[in-house]
């Protein structure tokens, strides 16, 4: 990565400071194009999902991973629900969604309250553990709420053999003129769903896959308490990455809890943050860290640099650590002020081997919340920032009274936010497709095949505010 010639400034800058220059490439497509990593987190796309607790839940896991990227358990997590998490993912499909499922006898009004938890928005119906039919959200429009699932189900739904491959299931799925098939094992039982656009994509992507061939996903865990034990059983719980995670991490009780974990050898990536100096990056990767998380206050939750003043231009702070890190043999992620694909294409350029999103992704079918809509008709849903008071609360739930109200004062984060789902892009899967297409549009512009040539090819110039509103569409005109 280097500057146009005069385009080197004396101040920090962030991902909207900044353009790409297109070089000369032999790069002709997208598809020609690699985006998995090397900081040896199995992900095949760049992209981690954060661990908040209003976006990484076992739907968004899985649906992630299997696109190729991978998300992290929140640390509030029990170990106990953290490794049923881990196992249901680890239990998934590589190719098929798990769709939601209920009985005929069950109601119209149950099914809708399920429906919106997967972005395919339809339920299937089981009678002893076989698909007899198909509810979608269209299907029950205008029916009475106490209706029973068998009188509004579809029983000429497409069905295909789990081992269909993707290709012929879409057209199969066309030639139905449906939007999904139902997939079902040697027996008859329901082993998945797919959609024809879930068809198209198990072509592109590439899962991201354990030594046994099963999903990935990573855990998070604090500095706090026990960090040694907590670190073991997430591990021995399945989890393939182990994070950990709190605000400020060039401080000494992180130092002295990652070497605790990183003297287990627990035989998992470590990563650890955050920071946004050189200094903290190496303190972090002599201290046991394989990854360092980069990023303070540039998060849509995160309220820091306004509450402290403290933090730092994400793309600079990004930039600086992984270039200490290059040097120490370690990887950075990128955590945070990602709001459009070309963030997450300068970030890569920047250095960092991975890209974290959060609040981006909690606007989604597939992340932990209710969906609720609002006096418009908006569909939406709830996030909120870890160190908020509404986390905070949560988090010290067992605290004496005394001690919950004193760690009230002192919460930092956005308690509460709406969430707006795109219309266009209501599934995680859409923002995926949405992200991965600039970064490979971006990569065949700098004339890079893998994202370790974005990094070194990249060439960058600083814009003005009227450069960055320059590059914005503007679909209603002037």
């Given at each position: 990565m280097h500057f146009l010639p005069g385009h080197t400034p004396p101040y920090d800058l962030t991902y909207d400071d900044l353009f790409l220059v297109p070089n000369r490439t032999d790069v002709s497509s997208r598809f020609d194009v690699d985006l998995s990593t090397t900081d040896g987190t199995g992900t095949t796309i760049p992209i981690v999902v954060a661990n908040m607790t209003a976006v990484a839940g076992r739907r968004m896991a899985e649906t992630v991973a299997r696109r190729g990227g991978i998300v992290v358990l929140p640390q509030d997590l029990p170990i106990s629900a953290a490794a049923q998490t881990i196992s249901f993912v680890k239990s998934r499909s590589l190719t098929a969604d798990t769709p939601v499922t209920l009985g005929p006898d069950n109601s119209v009004s149950e099914a809708m309250a399920l429906i919106h938890k997967r972005a395919h928005r339809a339920v299937v119906v089981l009678e002893e553990g076989k698909p007899v039919g198909v509810v979608t959200e269209s299907a029950c429009a205008d029916v009475d709420r106490f209706a029973r699932l068998n009188t509004v189900a579809d029983t000429g739904f497409v069905a295909a053999d789990v081992a269909t491959s993707p290709r012929e299931i879409f057209e199969r799925i066309e030639a139905a003129h449906t939007d999904l098939a139902v997939l079902i094992d040697e027996?008859?039982?329901?082993?998945?769903?797919?959609?024809?656009?879930?068809?198209v994509r198990a072509g592109i992507y590439t899962p991201a896959v354990d030594a046994r061939g099963a999903l990935r996903i990573a855990a998070a865990v604090g500095i706090s308490g026990d960090v040694p034990a907590k670190a073991k059983a997430l591990v021995d719980a399945g989890a393939d990455v182990l994070v950990m995670d709190t605000a400020h991490g060039h401080q000494l009780k992180m130092l002295e809890a990652l070497g605790s974990v990183a003297a287990l050898e627990l035989g998992v990536p470590l990563v650890a943050g955050n920071v946004v100096s050189a200094q903290g990056t190496r303190d972090l990767a002599e201290a046991g860290a394989d990854i360092v998380k980069v990023g303070v206050g540039p998060g849509a939750m995160c309220t820091t640099r306004m509450m402290t003043g403290v933090g730092r231009p994400q793309f600079s702070a990004v930039a600086e650590c992984a270039a200490a890190a290059q040097e120490l043999g370690v990887h950075v992620w990128a955590d945070g002020g990602v709001r459009h694909p070309r963030d997450v294409a300068l970030a890569?350029?920047?250095?960092?081997?991975?890209?974290?999103?959060?609040?981006?992704?909690a606007g989604t079918y597939e992340s932990p919340g209710d969906l609720r809509v609002d006096r418009d008709g908006n569909a939406y849903k709830e996030s909120f920032g870890m160190a908020s008071k509404r986390a905070v609360a949560a988090r010290t739930a067992a605290d004496s009274g005394f001690d919950r109200a004193r760690k009230a004062l002192f919460e930092e984060g956005i308690s509460t936010?709406?969430?707006?789902?795109?219309?266009?892009?209501?599934?995680?899967?859409?923002l995926i497709d949405h992200i991965c297409a600039g970064v490979r549009s971006a990569c065949t512009y700098a004339g890079a095949r893998t994202l370790t040539e974005l990094h070194d090819k990249a060439v960058l110039g600083v814009q003005s505010a009227a450069g960055f509103a320059e590059g914005r569409p503007l679909p209603s005109g002037w």
């Open positions: 027996s008859g039982a329901l082993a998945g769903l797919m959609t024809r656009t879930g068809a890569l350029a920047a250095g960092a081997s991975n890209v974290m999103i959060g609040s981006w992704f936010s709406r969430m707006r789902l795109d219309p266009e892009r209501p599934g995680v899967e859409d």
